[in-house]
Nanobody, 127 residues
Framework: QVQLIEYGGGLVQPGGSLRLSCAAS????????IGWFRQAPGKEREFVAA????????SYVDSVEGRFTIARDNAKNTFYLQMNSLKPEDTAVYYC????????????????????WGQGTQVTVSS
């Protein structure tokens, strides 16, 4: 039974930082690609960041490049999105997702390519 659960969302002031965690269970995710997506009210789900199975390839949407970092700790079956210099426009529900097709070198930005999703965690950036 594959399960992903996000943690770490909350309210933060502009310029602040949060680290989102995605705890996986049910199987090892060591060969899986991991993505982070977000969805703001009234908007489509947006790609934020992705990391391939080895951690050797990452990708970010332009709006978070240089501010966010995706990482993984396969020993803990946990994945992270470190968010620095947060802006109000980062406000959204953030989701982690896993692509269980093994050992894919590429990272993908299309939500439907990810077969497993967490429940989401709210991030609100406001003064």
């Amino acid at each position: 039974q594959v399960q992903l659960i996000e943690y770490g969302g909350g309210l933060v002031q502009p310029g602040g930082s949060l680290r989102l965690s995605c705890a996986a269970s049910g199987r090892t995710f060591s060969s899986a690609g991991i993505g982070w997506f977000r969805q703001a009210p009234g908007k489509e789900r947006e790609f934020v960041a992705a990391i391939n199975w080895s951690g050797g390839s990452t990708s970010y949407v332009d709006s978070v490049e240089g501010r966010f970092t995706i990482a993984r700790d396969n020993a803990k079956n946990t994945f992270y999105l470190q968010m620095n210099s947060l802006k109000p426009e980062d406000t959204a529900v953030y989701y982690c997702a896993a692509d269980l097709r093994p050992f894919r070198g590429m990272v993908v930005t299309i939500p439907r390519e990810y077969g497993y999703w967490g429940q989401g965690t709210q991030v609100t950036v406001s003064s």
